[in-house]
Nanobody, 123 residues
Framework: QVQLVESGGGLVQAGGSLRLSCAAS????????MGWFRQTPGKERSFVAAISRSGGTITYADDVKGRFTISRDNAKNTVYLEMNSLKPEDTAVYYCAAKLGAIGSNYATINYWGQGTQVTVSS
């Protein structure tokens, strides 16, 4: 079955950086829009960033613009999230998402999810 496997999470101090990766298998990666969401306990999953099939269209949540960068490598079936200038409020479980259509803030329409990777930013 389709698998999205995230990696790269961890503990980092405020102001630091992390790079998340999401490797897809059993998926025709190049026809899926890819994205990242995050979730903290007791809150709904929220949109972080999305990238179109070819990488030509990229969108970000307002609170990560200028700090996070999403990219993809269709030859490696992998999507990345480069996170810089991390803040304690970025602490969350980060989920990779795949969707046949464009990804927006509505997480209910996502076709496939990864298992999540924890990112903790200490102050």
């Amino acid at each position: 079955q389709v698998q999205l496997v995230e990696s790269g999470g961890g503990l980092v101090q405020a102001g630091g950086s992390l790079r998340l990766s999401c490797a897809a298998s059993k998926l025709t990666f190049s026809i899926y829009h890819m994205g990242w969401f995050r979730q903290t306990p007791g809150k709904e999953r929220s949109f972080v960033a999305a990238i179109s099939r070819s990488g030509g269209t990229i969108t970000y949540a307002d609170d990560v613009k200028g700090r996070f960068t999403i990219s993809r490598d269709n030859a490696k079936n992998t999507v990345y999230l480069e996170m810089n200038s991390l803040k304690p409020e970025d602490t969350a479980v980060y989920y990779c998402a795949a969707k046949l259509g464009a990804i927006g803030s509505n997480y209910a329409t996502i076709n496939y999810w990864g298992q999540g990777t924890q990112v903790t930013v200490s102050s």
